[in-house]
């Protein structure tokens, strides 16, 4: 009558819980390029290029300046300046953001502020696949031989 199931259950789909593998501290001041597939807090100030392909949480005291942040999800408590590409986008109360933001998901805390525009898309291709997409500045091409 009680038959117990023995059979494994499938995998959940559910998504993994994202996780901070570097933090950039307060009082850091930093230019040039985050890249990779790791989460990211900045704390400090940042000014360059983000491509990621985790997590990127910019802490209350936070300042970010970029021409277009990539990552796969994006939480702002501090200042962003540029615009923000990636699948999931939160602003906190605290965060302020200056720019355009694609995504396909949108969370926004009363107090948050957002000076620019909002796309909402089915899908968003943040480009991270190939390394000159995600900031290598080495060039891999041989010259021609004469």
């Avoid at 993994?16 to 597939?37: D, H, K």
């Avoid at 994006?74 to 200056?98: C, D, F, L, Q």
């Avoid at 943040?126 to 000159?132: E, F, I, K, R, V």
């Amino acid at each position: 009558m009680f038959k117990r199931n023995n059979q494994p259950s499938p995998p959940s789909t559910a998504q993994t819980v994202e996780r901070i593998t570097s933090v950039l501290g307060a009082g850091v001041i930093w230019q040039g390029s985050i890249v990779g597939s790791g989460g990211v807090r900045v704390e400090g100030t940042f000014e360059g290029q983000i491509a990621l392909k985790g997590l990127l949480v910019v802490g209350e005291t936070g300042k970010v300046t970029c021409e277009n942040v990539r990552a796969a999800n994006v939480i702002v408590a501090g200042a962003v300046k540029g615009n923000i590409t990636a699948h999931k986008v939160e602003i906190r109360a605290s965060g302020r953001v200056w720019g355009d933001i694609i995504t396909t998901a949108f969370a926004t805390e009363e107090g948050a502020f957002l000076r620019g525009q909002i796309c909402m898309e089915d899908a968003v291709d943040l480009g991270l696949d190939t390394p000159s997409e995600m900031g290598s500045t080495s060039d891999h091409t041989q010259p021609d031989k004469e």
